[in-house]
């Protein structure tokens, strides 16, 4: 299967939602989505009855589409502000390597 990227992931979506859909719009599917992630984490740790029509799989990429989505209508390149907000996080957490050194070793 072929992998995909964060920019081209973006660049579906801003042509599938940069028309009509406003963020906030997204932004209430998202939470919908959260609030269903929620529910199936619930019922896999047994703090409610599994119904089995839940995937974590499924949920989880719903969230994943919408934050996406929500980036790429207001022009936000997640790849780039993914690796910067990393940085960030392993100079205050003293964390070694940081992403973007992770990534230099992968792709040595």
Same mark, same amino acid.
């Given at each position: 299967?072929?992998?995909?990227? =964060?920019?081209?992931?973006?660049?579906?979506?801003?042509?599938?939602?940069?028309?009509?859909?406003?963020?906030?719009?997204? =932004?209430?599917?998202? *939470?919908?989505?959260?609030?269903?992630?929620?529910? *199936?984490?619930?019922?896999?740790?047994?703090?409610?009855?599994?119904?089995?029509?839940?995937?974590?799989?499924?949920?989880?990429?719903?969230?994943?589409?919408?934050? *996406?989505?929500?980036?790429?209508?207001?022009?936000?390149?997640?790849?780039?502000?993914?690796?910067?907000?990393?940085?960030?996080?392993?100079?205050?957490?003293?964390?070694?390597?940081?992403?973007?050194? =992770?990534?230099? *070793?992968?792709?040595?």
């Amino acid at each position: 299967m072929k992998q995909l990227t =964060f920019h081209e992931l973006q660049n579906y979506l801003v042509l599938k939602y940069k028309e009509g859909r406003t963020s906030s719009a997204l =932004f209430m599917k998202l *939470v919908e989505e959260i609030g269903e992630v929620a529910e *199936v984490l619930n019922q896999l740790e047994g703090r409610k009855e599994n119904s089995g029509n839940t995937s974590l799989e499924k949920e989880l990429v719903d969230v994943i589409h919408y934050a *996406v989505a929500i980036a790429s209508i207001n022009d936000i390149d997640l790849t780039t502000s993914i690796i910067k907000k990393d940085k960030q996080a392993a100079i205050k957490y003293n964390q070694s390597p940081n992403l973007e050194e =992770f990534l230099e *070793v992968q792709n040595k």
